[in-house]
């Protein structure tokens, strides 16, 4: 994948060509990163629609919570501190 279609894709922007079910996913993964909380059976269902099982689904979902926790955990430990701001660019 290209880098500038991994930045689009982060943004939450549309990429055109790529996979209706992996867009799905990223859509579900920034609501969830955003705010679990607005998770709504018709967000699930979007997903199923797809053709994602339900243990893909708390896949997407575990992956998302699990990066939630170590940005947690980094930012209470100051650990992007440490890291050179051209190395974070490279990721960004």
Do not use: C, H, W
């Not at 880098?3 to 060509?17: F, H």
């Not at 579900?28 to 607005?38: I, L």
């Not at 980094?74 to 490279?90: F, G, M, N, Q, W």
């Amino acid at each position: 994948m290209e880098k500038e279609t991994v930045i689009a894709l982060r943004k939450g922007k549309e990429v055109p060509g790529e996979d209706p079910r992996e867009l799905a996913v990223i859509r579900f993964g920034r609501k969830v990163a955003a705010d679990a909380t607005t998770i709504s059976p018709e967000d699930i269902q979007l997903l199923r629609d797809q053709g994602l099982e339900d243990a893909e689904i708390v896949e997407a979902l575990s992956v998302v919570m699990l990066s939630a926790l170590t940005n947690a955990f980094a930012s209470a430990l100051k650990i992007e501190d440490d890291v050179p701001p051209e190395v974070l660019e490279e990721y960004f």
